[in-house]
């Protein structure tokens, strides 16, 4: 079974940019969850989407959005790059609810704004 | 409010020394979750263990052991006989019923010395 995939592997943007990362689930896992792994913040809960419907958010700014597809897969934009944005972008997906269930993570995406 | 603490930052042990990694965690629940992941230097988080807050059986899976008191509000994690191969930095999260989403804590990096 094929793991959580995520692409790209490395993005270097410059302030003010946008960006979108994507992430591909485990087949058949229906919740994909984000988080946000920063040295000073640990990791952060970004957003969780279940059937295309985001489900919880946490405490970032609006310049972080996501969505979900039919077939699960997710993407997350971040508009209006600041430096502060550059982190290691985590994706899991877990099979229904994540508040229970296991998460399978991403080998994440390296975000470097410049 | 959910909230997660890892009071070990940094912890070096030698090979084959016994090493326990501390949790303790806020919850205003009955119902509750808590989980256990290691993130080796590649990068991927690794689901270890998930306990709920209605079974405080203790567990053994080989050479790890996890050990919660509600009482104490804490969910501790002991490496027995430690190797190489467990230097990792590990997470211990907690969820709540409701919202779903995954709280984790800042981490413990364990480095184990041949």
């Known amino acids: 079974k094929a793991g959580v995939t995520q692409t790209p592997r490395y993005l270097i943007k410059t302030r003010g940019q946008q960006v979108t990362l994507s992430c591909s689930p485990i087949?058949?896992?229906?919740?994909v969850s984000w988080y946000q792994q920063t040295p000073g913040q640990g990791l952060q809960f970004l957003f969780e989407?279940?059937?295309?419907?985001?489900?919880n958010k946490g405490n970032f700014p609006g310049r972080f959005s996501g969505r979900q597809f039919s077939n699960s897969r997710s993407e997350m934009n971040v508009s209006t790059l600041e430096l502060g944005d550059s982190a290691l972008y985590l994706c899991?997906?877990?099979?229904?609810?994540?508040?229970?269930?296991?998460?399978?993570f991403g080998p994440g995406t390296r975000l470097t704004v410049l | 409010a959910q909230k997660v603490t890892q009071a070990q930052t940094e912890i070096s042990v030698v090979e084959k020394e016994d090493v326990t990694l501390d949790c303790v965690y806020e919850?205003?629940?009955?119902?509750?979750?808590l989980f256990w992941y290691k993130q080796p230097p590649s990068g991927e988080l690794v689901f270890l263990i998930r306990r709920n807050s209605f079974d405080e059986q203790n567990e053994i899976s080989g050479r790890y052991s996890w050990n919660f008191q509600k009482s104490t509000s804490s969910f501790n994690f002991t490496i027995t006989a430690s190797q190489v191969v467990d230097s990792a930095v590990y997470f211990c999260?907690?969820?709540?019923?409701?919202?779903?989403?995954?709280?984790f804590g800042p981490g413990t990096s364990l480095s184990v010395i041949p």
């Open positions: 899991a997906s877990s099979f229904l609810v994540t508040s229970y269930n296991e998460q399978f």
């Open positions: 989407y279940f059937s295309e419907t985001q489900r």
């Open positions: 919850t205003r629940d009955t119902t509750y979750y």
């Open positions: 999260a907690l969820s709540e019923a409701w919202p779903d989403k995954v709280i």
């Open positions: 087949s058949g896992h229906r919740s």
